[in-house]
C-alpha cells in the first residue's frame, strides 16, 4: 500500500479525531486561528498580485526515432535514430506511414499543436489518431491498460482525436510535459493526408539567465548542473509544480527545495511570494496548513491533506526566503503561520519527543520508501524546523513572542540523544526494532542534534551498511547531500551527487526523476512506473548545491 493510499484510508478517521483536537489547539493558540480567517482574503490578493508572467517558446520535432528494446537501457527500452529527413513528415502520405514516434531533443511542458492536410482528394471522411506523449522511452512501450496503477489513469498522456474535416489545426486542450510523441493512425479512408506543421508551445516562468559555472567544473558536474536547470524551469509554471506531467500542483516540500535551488539560478522570487502566500491563504480553519493546494479553477487546498513534515518546512522555506530576499512585508505577514505550525506540532510531543501514536490524521512525507521508520527523522525534523524557524524570529526582532524556543529546543534534542541516540555504536535508531536508516542520521544531524563529528561517525556507518534502509527519492538524497556538507564530508557529498543524480544522467535523462533506485528501474510509489513523474520538482536541487557550495562542486 503506498503512502497516498494509505492518506486517504486516514481520511475518514481523521475527521473524527480533528474534531476532538481543536479545543486543546484553541487553548494553545486562541489568537492565531482569528488572525488567520481575518488574513486570508489579503494573502490571496498578494497571491493574485504576485502571478507571474509565463514565457512562451515554440519548437519542432526534431527527429523521427524508433524504440529499442534493450536489457541494458533504463526500464528496458531507449530511442534510435531512425534516419529518415524530418522533413518526410511533412511530405510524405500518413496514410502510408500509420505511425510515427518524434523527438522534440528536450523535455517540453506546454501545448501541442498540428496541422493536417488531404494530399489531393478531398477527405470524405473523419480520420482518428492516438497521440502519445512521453518523458521517457520506456512510457512509449508499456501498455497502459489494464491499468495497474494507483492514481488517476487519466495522468497518463494518451489522446484520441477525430478530425471530421480536412485542413485541420488543432492544439490540444491539455498541457503536456514530454520529449517524445507517438501519433498513431486509429482510422482512415481511401483519400491520402500528412502533417502539414506540428508545434509545441513551452511555457515557464523561469526566464532569467542563470551564472555560468566556473569552466574548470567537473565535466559530469557541469550535465548534473543542466538537467537540474532544466527541471527546475520545466516545474515553474504559474507556482512551483511537483512534475509538469503530475500532480502539477504546488506541494510544500517541493516549494521548499525548488525555491532553495531557485535562489541559486533563475531567482524568480516573485514566484516563491505567491506560492508562500497561496498555501497560507488556503491553510484550514486552525490555521494548519494543507500539504497541497490547487490553483484551479480558483484557489482550493486539497483538504485533510496535511504532513507533519510538510508543514514544518514551511517556515524553513519563509526564513530561507527572507535571507535570499530581504522581502521583510512578506516575512512578517507569514510569520503568524509559521508560529502557527510550530504550535501545532508541540502539541504532539510527549516528554519532548514527537509521539507517533497520536498521529491520526496525516502523513509523513520523508521520502518513497515504505520500509523507513520516520520516527527519529520526524523527531529531526521538527527540531531543525524550530531551530530555523527561530532564526526567522531574530532576524524580524521577534524573539519575544517565542521566547520558550530556545529551551524546548534544548529539550528535544536531549530527549533525542536519550531516545535515539545508540552512543556505543555511534549511531541513530528508529522504531521498535532500532531500524538503522540513512534518513535517521541524516535528520538528527541537520537538528544539530549529533555534533559533526559524531554525525561524520554515523554517516560513515550507514554508507557502508549494505543492510541500513537508503534512501528512495531524490528528495531523500538531497537531505543526505545537506547532512554530508554540515559534517565536513566534502568529498562524500561531492561523490553521491555525481553517483546519484549522475546514474539518472547515464541512463539518458533529460531531467531528474521523482523516484530513482539504483537497484531497481521499475520502481514506482503508484504501482506502475509510467505514471511517475520524469521531471520532478524535489529532484532539481543539484543546481542548488553545486552553485551554492563552489568550492566543493565547482573545481
Ligand atoms: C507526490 C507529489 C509530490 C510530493 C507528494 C508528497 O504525489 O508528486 O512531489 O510532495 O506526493
Redesign the pocket.
Known sequence: MT??HKLTCKVALSLLLCASLTPQLQAQDASTPIAFATQREAWLQKAAANMPQLSETHHAPQQIVRSVQDPQAFQGWRMEASGEPIDSLYTQSFKARKTVILDFGEHLTGYFTFRVNHMGLPADAPIRFRFTFAEMPAELNTPFDPYPGG?SRAWLQDEIVSLMRLPETLTLSRRLACRYVKIELLAQSYFDFTFEKIDFKAVTSATQRVEPLDPSTDPRIARINDVGLTTLKECMQTVYE??PK??QRL????LYLESLANTYSYQNHQLTRRCLYLLAALADEEGWLH??VYEYPTPLPQTHQH?MD?SLLYGVALNEYYKATGDRETAEDLWPVVVRQIGFARTYLKDDIYDMQKQPSWWL?FDWKDQLDRHASMQGLMTFALDQSYELARLLGREKEVSEWPNALKAMRKASRKCFYDARNGVVRSGAEGQISHLSQVWMILSKTLTPKEGQRALELVLSDSTACYPGSP?AYHYLIEALIECGMDDQARELLISYWGGMVENGADTFW?VYDPKDDFKS?YNFFPIN?YC???SCTPVYFIHKYKSIFQR
Open positions: 503512502a497516498l492514481l511537483d512534475g503530475r500532480d506541494w510544500i516540500g517541493d500539504a497541497t504532513c510538510y512525507v528528495y521523482e510509489p513523474s520532478h520538482a524535489w
